[in-house]
C-alpha cells in the first residue's frame, strides 16, 4: 500500500511543479525540466515512502494481534463466520 500511496503522491506532486517548470507534453524538454523531473521522482518518492515507514513503526500489529487476525481468517475460511480480531469484535460473514 506504500508503493501506491508513494505513486500517487507521486503523480498529485508532480504534475503541477513539472507544469511551473515549464515541462511540455511530446515536445524536447529543456535540461532545467529534466532536472526537475529527477528531483520529483526520486525526493517525493523516498519522503513518502520514508512517512509510510515512520507510520508503520509508530503503529505496529504486535506478535499477538497477528496471530488473533490469523485465526479470525482460518475461522472465517472454515465456517463462514468469525470475530473480528480488531479491537472493534464485529462478527464477519462470508457472502458468497
Do not use: K, W
Not at 506478535?63 to 475460511?77: F, Q
Request: a positive charge; charged letters at 15%.
Amino acid at each position: 500500500m506504500t508503493r501506491n500511496l508513494a505513486a500517487a503522491a507521486r503523480v498529485g506532486l508532480a504534475l503541477p511543479i513539472l507544469g511551473r517548470a515549464g515541462y511540455a507534453a511530446n515536445a524536447r524538454q529543456a535540461l532545467e525540466v529534466l532536472l526537475t523531473l529527477r528531483i520529483v521522482y526520486s525526493v517525493v518518492t523516498s519522503v513518502v515512502g520514508l512517512l509510510g515507514f515512520a507510520i508503520a513503526l509508530a503503529d505496529p500489529i504486535r506478535r499477538a494481534c497477528h496471530a488473533a487476525i490469523r485465526e479470525g481468517i482460518r475461522a472465517l475460511h472454515a465456517s463462514g463466520v468469525a470475530r473480528d480480531p480488531l479491537p472493534l469484535g464485529r462478527i464477519l460473514r462470508v457472502t458468497p
